[in-house]
């Protein structure tokens, strides 16, 4: 499959923007400072905060798990059995206490803070993938 192109000039922040690559759904999140900072508040809830586990790029392997902290690029697929979560700019404390913006799965109801880590107790194993990707420049991304 060939690269793909996101412009991101034009995001808000909060928003998501969805693509295609390689017949898979991805999203880049321009994640607003508040969702940044829940971030670094949450760790002991997650399975795999530092993602240490295998098949992720190595600018994944943070927080933030991105190469800017304020733009998460993730392939829209839960990791347990492949359904599309839904991304929640706010309101994820219905699922999960005293977090208020992540990606909740309604097939079986995984969980997902907003860079995508899993929350411990849900089906889902894996944190979402992140794909390879760089910055061609401030207003685009290049996933593939
Ligand atoms: Fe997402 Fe099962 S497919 S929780």
Redesign the pocket.
Known sequence: GAPVEVNIRKAEPGQLVRVKWRGKPVWVVRRTPDMLEELGDIEDKLRDPNSQEPQQPPYAANQYRSIKEEFFVAVGI?T????S?SYLASGMGEHVEGVESGFF?P????KFDVAGRVFQGV??PLNLVVPPHYFIDDNTILVG
């Open positions: 839960c347990h059995l492949g359904c979560p799965c097939c079986h109801g995984s089906p889902a």
